[in-house]
């Protein structure tokens, strides 16, 4: 078995070509607090394989399903106050229009075999808010392939690489200083994906990473909302929305999760999800429990697709 890390693509890192702004996405504003400077070139990957790749297509030809006549029970009134300037839209038919959301992010990602992106990460932990992370994201969709690596102040250095089916099927870590009290910065530790370690670091296991994820989850949502379901909770479309993360307005999706429905969420909270302008993604969302604090906040950005991500990159 080779080992993750000791790559040859690794070693040509610095004979990358410009990562110049994506054509596939509005050019990002720093995210609040401020982040590092945007990537260098190196971390892109050698020139020969690591190129702007082409957005998918942005035709939608999905069409939207009819809604379910009947709504789901929403959060009691003590449930946080809303995300300033969320107050949401009022379409003629909600329901078709969060179906049209997702229609438009599963028919656009399903042209995507690869991408390349900046990951804006902060959660809470087991009680406790854990620093700003800045991280480099590849994704390879066949076969299923994750690859982090830490490029702001916390955690730097630190890289995670995880293939199902290969490499035993464990996570493969390098580890930053201060991850392991036994090893130094450097090193290297090979876990199970249900190790206890992993769950110590983050909410969601790797299983859950990257954008596909995101959107399977939110067809679940939608689906459940169109048959009433109470789990879905009440789920609004807030229309277009201005962020600081992104230059053009996006279209967010406010969901009031039930009080039960989320192991990390047992009272219940509320998820904001915002989609891309251009490429109709979700990039975005923000996480608050049931006091309105929050805990979870990703946020996508820099995005190259379909660059021809290969083994040597994970």
């Not at 039960?260 to 490429?279: I, S």
């Amino acid at each position: 078995m080779r080992r993750p890390f000791l790559l040859p693509r690794r070693e040509r890192l610095a004979a990358s070509a410009q990562a110049s702004a994506m054509p596939v996405s509005p050019t990002a504003s720093p995210a609040v607090p401020p982040p590092p400077e945007p990537l260098p070139a190196a971390y892109y990957g050698p020139q020969n394989s690591v190129q702007r790749g082409q957005a998918p297509s942005a035709d939608t030809p999905g069409t939207p399903e009819a809604p379910s006549s009947q709504a789901g029970p929403s959060l009691s009134d003590s449930s946080p106050a809303p995300l300033p300037g969320t107050a949401p839209a009022a379409p003629e038919n909600p329901t078709a229009q969060l179906r049209a959301l997702y229609r438009r992010a599963a028919d656009q990602y399903a042209g995507v075999n690869d991408y390349l992106a900046r990951l804006h990460r902060r959660e809470e932990v087991n009680g406790k808010s854990q620093p700003e992370e800045l991280l480099l994201f590849k994704f390879r969709k066949q076969p299923w392939s994750v690859y982090f690596k830490w490029i702001g102040p916390e955690g730097h250095g630190r890289e995670v690489t995880y293939v199902k089916g290969q490499y035993g099927g464990q996570i493969h870590t390098l580890l930053a200083a201060g991850d392991n009290p036994f090893l130094g910065a450097g090193k290297q530790m090979a876990v199970s994906p249900d190790n206890i370690f992993i769950r110590t670091r983050t909410r969601h296991t790797i299983n859950e990473a990257g954008i596909g994820a995101i959107i399977d989850k939110y067809g679940e949502v939608v689906a459940a909302v169109e048959k009433g379901s109470p789990s879905a909770g009440e789920v609004h479309y807030l229309g277009r929305q201005k962020r600081p993360e992104y230059d053009a307005p996006m279209e967010g999706v406010e969901r009031l999760i039930p009080p039960g429905q989320e192991p990390q969420l047992p009272r219940g909270g509320r998820r904001y999800l915002f989609f891309d302008a251009v490429n109709g993604l979700p990039v975005l969302t923000i996480t608050q429990d049931d006091r309105g604090h929050e805990v979870e906040y990703y946020c996508y950005d820099l995005f190259q697709f379909n660059v021809g991500l290969d083994d040597n990159d994970f």
